[in-house]
């Protein structure tokens, strides 16, 4: 059993680090907080025992010797953080995997596989994209080239400033093939928390589409240009968010649209702005679906673009198809749940996570707790003591059962 | 005659100041690059002989003596710019203004009532609100304590700004009361280009009504959060946006609504803003229909305050009323540009002007040239040097009349 007060305790001591009003966190990924995080994880492992390996993307693996030298069971997660993020959100999973071993060393356990805790680097894309990098890297679906060449957007490269937190590893990336991988992660939705369930085995995530969008108009005076003379990139960009609400609405609930960010220039108050750079998020559990919304978005563009004498190019940052996980480790997570004496139901993931990059390597699933009222990436994001408590014994049962496979 | 080539020269020397990419210029108000704008100005005027003043708010006056001390006829307008900002636009006023002492000083010719050349401050608005804010503390509009304190876009306070720069002076503002005012500029917008008409003699100039909207919504994820659950600054920012495009539409030819500035908290691809902070610029020749305007807007805001669970506050940047100009002075303007062979009509001013303030304390009345393309506030802004030259003999012989007036 996972002893929750020291659990929390991590949390805490976590959180303190890139600490921001309202109890939230900022540590985007490869920043000097990021780094003061790894090293606070990096010294936890080896307080536990851990053998610890960085790869050459950052990622940070802690392994606990089994039995044997079979395939490692693995379990992890990411501790980078959105600007505005919560204390919860990839740090839980990390650090309910330390729990997992300090349970297991003050047991006297020793499984017959290997048990590896994973710290994937930027999981969150805020900073640099594509999102889930340091685990797509990991399983080959990202040249390590193009991840140290990514460009944040802050103007710096991910290359640089991994090297400049000095989390350059030796080891090449992918090197470590687990038998199977197990993530805890918080829903960071609403189900969980409307329905009242304690826990969720999630055996699929849905399909992600990121592209910046960047809108070439004229600038020019507010006061003096007539509508049909205007060429205005603020508009565009305004008519584009309004359409996509109005498209996933129409598409119905499994389509959701974002525009998180969003930058004019000049951004000037009596000047029709120039240049609009957004984003635009499309997710769908169904890869048709998603292909079609990608198609109406630029269907639209390219009419509006005739419409505002505009241009609009589009820049892919992400895209990833609908995943569907083991559904022989989900119904191990429901039953070790069941024995443990909580409520769980399936469901599907509406965020990414590292674990949709393992499904790539080995048999992959994860257990998810309930975020009160949905929020995530908000500081406000929380989870009850008791739910993490119950992830993390779910989670420890679920390992304990795959290494002795 | 003014010589098109010093004139030309004089634009091309202060264009130095600030250039950027494309030959325009980015000479905020009160930054390094307006004190260096200002202590070239300042240098030229000295060398021309006139008596320099600067009153508590930094507007800079030049005074060439008259064969009496009767109230001065005065000229003049800005030279701060917008960031992206082209080289005529204001400049171009108070350039043609030291040519018309120039001509008079080499003619020996001294005029009944004194000349005056003013450069006002911050006339842009594009880094403290109000636009036009020199000569609107000049005519009483605004308390100099209050334009003293007003906050900039980068945070700084414009007093301390003044203070750095070294342009607070002696004399009291609305020291200086002139028998009659009359700007040059170009016209920033395009009917003078269209038409193919030289000149414009403008007779009035619509109103201006400035608000900052402030959006709060509640940051979460983008992959989880269903669209019912949303609390979306950003989406409520583009329906407000879209919106006024419709309304200047709907409203017709004399509407005209801006979206400016846009700032999205916290910017993040996969996050929904918790805020976006923007800018409305309505203009209206009609202050009944810039009320309407308005209050349709207000209206449109509170429904989608509702609809999207976000909370709306508006902020006055800036509000000011048409101004119908000196009729006389128009009428003059049209004969002088007629006796001297130029094509010329009346019209109205889209722009804000600090001829506006003026004209609360002298009859007043401004000179346009064309704009080529309509370019304005974008580096490209361009006028014809023949049309320059134009404009400060029409100019130089109105002065002239009023100053024997
Ligand atoms: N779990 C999580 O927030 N991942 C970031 C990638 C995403 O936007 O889904
Ligand atoms: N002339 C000019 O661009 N003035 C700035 C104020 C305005 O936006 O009209």
């Known amino acids: 059993r996972i002893d929750p007060a020291r659990l929390t305790a ?60 079979a395939a490692p069971v693995m379990t992890g997660s990411h501790i980078d953080t959105v600007r505005t993020g919560g204390r919860y959100d990839g740090n839980y999973g990390v650090l309910a995997g330390l729990e997992v071993v300090r349970v297991l060393n003050e047991a006297e356990i020793l499984t017959r596989r290997p048990l590896c805790v994973a710290v994937f680097t930027n999981e969150e894309g805020a900073r640099y994209t594509p999102d889930m990098m340091g ?19 802050d103007g710096t490269v991910l290359g640089e400033e991994l090297a400049r937190i000095g989390y350059v590893g030796d080891m090449a990336v992918g090197t470590i093939r687990p038998h ?4 805890l ?34 600038s020019n005076h507010a006061g003096t240009t007539p509508l049909r003379l205007r060429h205005d990139a603020g508009l565009a960009a305004a008519a584009i968010t309004v359409f996509l609400r ?13 525009v998180g960010k969003l930058d004019l220039v000049p951004n000037i108050i009596n000047v029709i702005a120039q240049r609009a750079t957004m984003t635009v998020d499309l997710r769908n559990t169904d890869e048709a679906q998603l292909l079609e919304a990608e198609r109406r978005l630029a269907a639209f563009t390219a009419d509006l673009a005739q419409a505002e004498g ?60 309930p975020s009160v ?9 929380f989870t009850h003591a008791a739910d993490l408590q119950a992830g993390a014994d779910v989670l420890l049962h679920t390992l304990l059962e795959l290494a002795e496979g």
Not at 135 to 153: C, D, F, K, N, Y
């Open 10 to 69: 991590r949390l805490d001591a976590l959180a303190a680090i890139g600490a921001i009003d309202g109890g939230g966190c900022c540590r985007l990924a490869l920043t000097d907080e990021d780094r003061a995080g790894r090293d606070r994880v990096v010294e936890w492992m080896r307080e536990l025992g851990l053998f610890v390996q960085i790869d050459a993307i950052g990622n940070i693996f802690g392994m606990r010797a089994g039995r044997t030298d």
């Open 135 to 153: 685990s797509l890297v990991h399983a080959g679906g990202l040249s390590l080239a193009e991840a140290l060449a990514a460009r944040g957007i």
């Open 180 to 183: 199977a991988y197990v993530e």
């Open 185 to 218: 992660h918080i829903e960071q939705g609403p189900v969980l928390d409307l329905e009242g369930v304690t826990l969720g085995a999630v055996d699929s995530l849905q399909g992600i589409s990121w592209q910046e969008l960047t809108i070439a108009g004229q």
């Open 246 to 258: 109005e498209l996933a609405r129409k598409m119905g609930g499994n389509q959701l649209a974002t």
């Open 310 to 369: 505009v241009t609009i190019t589009a820049r892919r940052l992400a895209r990833l198809e609908p995943v569907v996980f083991d559904a022989g480790i989900a119904d191990r997570i429901e039953r070790v749940a069941g024995r443990l004496g909580h409520s769980i139901r399936r469901m599907t993931s509406g965020a990414g996570h590292d674990a949709q990059m393992m499904a790539r390597l080995c048999p992959s699933a994860m257990i998810f707790t």
């Open 373 to 381: 009222g949905g929020l995530s990436h908000n500081v406000k994001e």
